[in-house]
């Protein structure tokens, strides 16, 4: 019996101990049938795929920079003196969070240099999760079947800026104390619980001793925990759906054109965390960023001028800066059945990210039921493509833009020598102006671009060589594309409008007169791509006076 | 037909292209011909960027050594007189050796696989995310599991369970109760009330010395704390957040005292709570020419010769007033708790504000 088993055998012997290695692993695991499925699995490239990239990187890069710092950090917030060697601040009383982010600065060696890469990755962090949203937003990836995975990279930009603040408060300096004492100050705006959710994050009154290590506990378990979940299920479906790829000869919503995973496509991605790694060093090396030193302990009494959060705080704070309490004689705060309200902080704080996160969050079902588009789509948009979504996201841009500009509205005015005021006004009137502007603009340079793109391909593209005809004239020589060129410019749908449809029992519902409306608003304005036939009739009316352009310059020499 | 502005109804929700009409469409010529690199034509330009590849990788060595010499000739213990000149120069040579060590892994990757490694694009077919049949078969077993189960013939068990399941994660809500104190009126009061009949001395902040009413000169501040917070053991910081304030001194007649705070002041002396009433940042900038208080954090601007009322920003009510009077060796002291609760406003204030004044 066991003799038969025995000759029964698997018949592959590896010939090398490394081969016999991973012969060993892979008849455990199962790991040649996940390299025939992924091993060649192919990945289109294009440089503006890259912004994810740089976000799952500089996450790698804070978590090793951030769990070297926790080597170091204590999060206690009792008193004590200091005695590192930093001199200025010799026996000054601080927190011990504070003292210890000092020891990181200038105790250990390359404390400082893990405390820069922390930070400047995670500047970078949000920034790539953002700068990657808005390309997948003006290519229009968050259409089916990618619209859950919107979802997902928004609830991480969220996340991101979760962790990014979290951190950025630990160090208990004066800066970061200001920072929470903000935060402070919006809790207890927020009706009925505000007090309550105040002392109960606090421990108490602001600032108590317990904020520290509860962020603390925040920012290196929780917040991580869930980006990295997020991260797993954002990953796993751009694998189910396989990733998506630009307009171009050979590349329709059926296929996807590209490099194989191994070796082009892991060994540029592969290569490029060490770059990404190595540009982040360099900041660290020669920008200083976060110098807590220069701040001092967190004391309520003193603020130096020109505060600035982090960037990615900074547009909730512009918001806090651009509402006026007082307009005239109407006070924004005013008390309600004996209880106060005070609308000049709680608006400000929370309508705009409001209204920018819960329009993020539903707009692929928005303009899905907007077009009534359910296909799915793996080729992307170009963006003047689709006129309409790319001005309605500039619109949002400027407006965040606007926000973010406010937050640092001080720095405006005595950077430029302008009133501050003024600067405020100004910034108050492109709050509601700005989005409006940016709509009406990016619409027309879209549709413009569009008819740019006609142009081209229908006529070919200028040449630069002037050319007088016989009789006179001048003319530029236009060169035909060719037609893998020519493809890439009109290979589009320009959708028409869509009318309200009669439902089931014959009734044209309110809902779908309004769904007309807006579709009518969406596509009216359209740039047909150039066909077959317009190219025709082109070169009918066109190539005579090329050719004889071409005849009267072989003469001429 | 062919005309594509009126836009004729589409069931399928496929839009409309132009001219409506497939035939009339530009054909997918499909992928472009592959162009080939010069390191694949030509020997000597492979041999070049394998070089250049294998330099980047040294460049990659070197920049380990840059850090690993700059670790340990570089001392910063107790006693090695270290200064910050010191240490910007290890994080300099830290953070560059680093760099090195990194990009030259990686821009000799990438430059490997670009210049190298076959370039050919390769196109994949896509498939169906979900199959019909794949459907078809999922809901099969979710009905006979549900089917084994029983659930929906036996709604007794169903319904307590999900009552069981709805209530089980209360204890998990209730067990954060202890996070923080009930705020009762805490935020009401602060240092500033008289103690045992004793009134409290203004102080400087952050050395704790009293100030004399003749220390105060025409067009002078000072940032105050109240007597005996530096001797304060716990939560000092909690009472400096809501004592702290501004003393300044203004011509008398340039301020205009409504009805009840004739007494507040002494000689031009104004007292004024320093936590911003928008969301409480320290109001630390005065602008001794045209009396008004600048917020750094949101630019509130508060004028005092009309009592702090807000003049500019998001602000929405005049920063609290610290009656004050001289003491008989001449030190200023306060009079009263402020009349109102400081800082930020919350949802309890304005009873709290009642509660103080009654």
Known sequence: MSAASTAEAPAFVAKTKTGRITDFVDSRVGGSGILREFGRKVFPDHWSFMFGEVALYSFVILLLSGTFLTFWFDPSMAETRYAGSYVPLKNVEMSVAYSSSLNISFDIRGGLFMRQVHHWSALLFVASIAVHMLRVFFTGAFRKPREMNWV???????????????????????????????????????????????????????????????????????????????????????????????????RNDGNVVGYPLGPVYAAKAGGFFFIVFGVIALMAAFFTINPIWNYGPYDPSPVSAGTQPDWYIGFVDGALRLM???????????????????????????????????????????????????????????????????????????????????????????HFHVSLNDVTYWLRALFFVGPIIAYIVTKRVALALQRKDREIALHGRETGRIVRLPHGEFIEVHAPLDEYKRYKLVGFESPVPLPAVPNEHGVVTRKEKRRAFLSRWFFEDRVAPATPAELEAAHGHHAPAVEAAEESKTLSH | MGNHSDGSPNHSGTVATAGQNEVEKFQDPGLPPHRLRLADTDPKA??????????????????????????????????????????????????????????????????????????????????????????????????????????????????????????APLPAIAVFG???????????????????????????????????????????????IPEGLNELHEGKLNEK?????????????????????????????????????????????????????????????????????????????????????????????????????????????????????S
């Open chain 1, 324 to 414: 006026p309490g007082v307009i005239g004689d109407f006070h924004f705060e005013y008390v309600i059945f004996g209880y106060t309200l005070t609308l000049n902080v709680l608006l400000p704080a929370l309508v705009p990210a409001g209204i920018l996160f819960t329009v993020m969050f539903m707009y692929p079902w928005i303009e899905r039921w907007i077009t009534k588009d359910d296909r799915e789509h793996h080729v992307l948009d170009r963006p003047r493509n689709a006129p309409t979504r790319t001005a309605i996201g500039a619109a949002g841009f400027v407006w965040y833009c606007v926000m973010w500009a406010a937050a640092g509205s001080d720095l405006i005015a005595t």
């Open chain 2, 46 to 167: 492979a041999k070049r960027a394998e070089r250049q590849v294998a330099v980047l990788f040294g460049a990659s060595v070197v920049g380990t050594l840059i850090f690993l010499v700059a670790y340990f000739a570089i001392d910063l213990g107790a006693g090695s007189g270290a200064n910050i000149a010191t240490i910007r120069l290890q994080n300099a040579l830290l953070g560059l050796g680093t760099a090195f060590a990194m990009l030259g892994i990686g821009t000799g990757i990438v430059h490997w696989a670009k210049a190298l490694m076959p370039d050919h694009e390769v196109s994949e077919e896509r498939h169906a995310i979900r199959t019909e049949e794949d459907r078809l078969a999922a809901v099969r077993i979710v009905d006979d599991i549900v089917e084994e189960t029983g659930i929906k013939r036996r709604p007794l068990i169903r319904n307590t369970l999900l009552g069981a399941v709805a209530l």
């Open chain 2, 241 to 357: 957040a809501k004592a702290v304030v501004l003393l300044m001194r203004l011509d008398p007649a340039s301020l205009k005292p409504s009805a009840g705070r004739e007494d507040w002041s002494y000689n031009g002396i104004v007292a004024y709570s320093k936590i911003c009433t928008h969301v409480g940042c320290p109001v630390a900038l005065y602008e001794q020419q045209t009396h008004h208080l600048l917020c750094p954090c949101h630019q509130s601007t508060f004028d005092l010769t009309q009592e702090c009322k807000v003049i500019f920003g998001p602000a929405s009510r005049p920063l609290p007033q610290l009656p004050i009077a001289v003491d008989n060796e001449g030190y200023l002291v306060a009079t009263s708790d402020f009349k109102e609760p400081v800082g930020p406003s919350y949802w309890e204030r304005d009873e709290h504000e009642r509660s103080v004044n």
């Open chain 1, 152 to 250: 997902v990279g928004s609830v991480l930009l969220i996340l991101a800026m979760a962790a990014g603040f979290t951190g950025y408060s630990l160090p208990d300096d004066l800066l970061s104390g200001n920072g929470l004492r903000i935060i402070d100050g919006v809790i207890k705006a927020i009706p009925v619980v505000g007090t309550y959710i105040s002392f109960f994050l606090f421990g108490g009154e602001f600032p108590g001793t317990a904020v520290i290590g509860r962020l603390y506990m925040l920012h290196i378990l929780l917040v991580p925990a869930l980006i990295l979940l997020m991260i797993v299920l954002h990953l796993f479906m751009v694998v189910v759906h396989k990733h998506t790829q630009y307009p171009g000869p050979g």
């Open chain 2, 178 to 224: 202890d996070l923080g104190p009930r705020p009762d009126n805490k935020l009401a009061h602060t240092m500033w009330a008289p103690l045992e009949g004793k009134l409290k001395r203004l102080t400087r902040d952050p050395d704790g010395t009293p100030i004399k009413a003749s220390d105060v000169t025409l067009g002078s501040a000072f940032h105050v």
